[in-house]
C-alpha cells in the first residue's frame, strides 16, 4: 500500500501542518511514500521529502526548529525606500528576496533526489495558466517550489524557461490528483483553513488583496475535496475501470487560525502548531472510536 501526504498553501497558518505531522509521524509513526504540496504546503512537503521514511521523525523534529525560529524578515521586507506604493510600477507589493535566501538555505535537491520520498509540487504558468506538477528530479524543482510560494501581487512571478510562473495554489489548493497520479491508496490531508472561514478584514488595499485570494482558495480546496470524493463515488459504482477506492483523511482547523496569513509572528506559529497537534490527535482518536 502506498500512503501520501497532501499539505494545502496556507502561509504562515502552513504551522499548523507542521503540528499535525508531529503527531502522525513522531507518536503514530506514520510512514509515507508521497508528499504533495502547494504554497507553503509545497515547502513542508519539499523539507520532509529530504528526509528518508526510516528518518521522519528526525524531519519532522528540524521542521518544527525552522518554523519555531522563521520570522517576518526571513519571508518578505518592503520595496526601498517607498515600501508597498513601488507596487504601482513593480510585479509585487513586497520584495520576496528573503523567501528566496529561506528556501534555499533550507531545501538541498541532492538530499530530495537522493531520499525514498516521491516528492511533487504544483506551481501555474502566468502565460498559459497551465498547472504543473513538479517532481523532485526537476532541475528546476528549487524554482518551481518558491514560483508555488509565490502569491501573486504580494510576491514577484518566478522566470523558469521564458515563462512566469506563480503560487499552485490558484489552480489545485489541495493536490490530491497529483497523489492519485502517484499511485496512493490512502491519502492523508493537511488543511490550513476550517469548512466555514470566517475573517475580520482590515480596510486597506493588501489586507483585501490577502483575504480575497484565502476566498479563491478555500473554494478551490472544497472542490479539490469535492472530486476526490466523486472519484470514490465513481470506482464504486464500476464507471471507473481499473480503478481503486482511496481512504482519504481530512485533517483542518475547527476555527480560522489567524487573519492575516503573511504575519510570521513567533507566538502565533507557536499556537497554530499546538493546535495542529492537537487537532491530528483528536482526529485519530475520533477514527479509533468509530472502528
Known amino acids: 500500500m502506498r500512503r501520501a501526504l497532501v499539505l494545502s498553501g496556507g502561509g504562515c497558518k502552513s504551522a499548523f501542518q507542521v503540528g499535525a505531522l508531529y503527531y502522525l509521524l513522531k507518536q503514530l509513526n506514520k510512514k509515507y511514500d508521497i508528499y504533495c504540496g502547494v504554497s507553503a504546503g509545497a515547502l513542508n512537503a519539499s523539507f520532509l521529502g529530504m528526509y528518508p521514511s526510516h528518518n521522519s521523525k528526525e524531519g519532522i523534529e528540524d521542521l518544527c526548529k525552522l518554523w519555531l525560529n522563521i520570522q517576518q524578515k526571513d519571508i518578505i521586507k518592503r520595496h526601498f525606500p517607498f515600501g508597498r506604493l513601488h507596487g504601482l510600477w513593480k510585479d509585487s507589493f513586497y520584495d520576496s528576496s528573503p523567501l528566496k535566501h529561506t528556501i534555499e538555505k533550507n531545501i ?67 493536490p490530491l490528483q497529483a497523489a492519485i497520479d502517484y499511485g496512493a491508496d490512502e491519502i492523508d490531508v493537511i488543511l490550513t483553513s476550517p469548512e466555514k472561514n470566517i475573517a475580520k478584514v482590515k480596510k486597506n488595499a493588501i489586507q483585501i488583496l490577502i483575504r480575497s485570494v484565502d476566498i479563491i482558495l478555500d473554494s478551490i480546496i472544497e472542490n479539490d475535496l469535492r472530486k476526490a470524493y466523486i472519484y470514490n463515488e465513481l470506482v464504486k459504482d464500476g464507471y471507473a475501470c481499473n480503478k481503486k477506492i482511496l481512504k482519504i483523511n481530512v485533517i483542518r482547523p475547527k476555527n480560522i487560525l489567524i487573519n492575516d496569513s503573511l504575519k510570521f509572528n513567533s507566538s502565533d ?15 485519530e482518536k475520533v477514527n479509533k472510536s468509530l472502528l
Open 108 to 174: 538541498d535537491l541532492k538530499k530530495l533526489k537522493f531520499s525514498n520520498i516521491d516528492v511533487c509540487i504544483g506551481s501555474v504558468s502566468l502565460n498559459s495558466g497551465e498547472y504543473y506538477v513538479c517532481n523532485k528530479f526537476n532541475n528546476n524543482f528549487i524554482k518551481h517550489l518558491l514560483a508555488s510560494c509565490s502569491i501573486p501581487g504580494i510576491f514577484s512571478p518566478i522566470e523558469i524557461d521564458n515563462n512566469l510562473w506563480i503560487d499552485g495554489g490558484l489552480r489545485s489548493i489541495t
Open 269 to 283: 506559529i507557536s499556537n497554530m502548531i499546538d493546535l495542529g497537534f492537537k487537532e491530528a490527535m483528536e482526529y
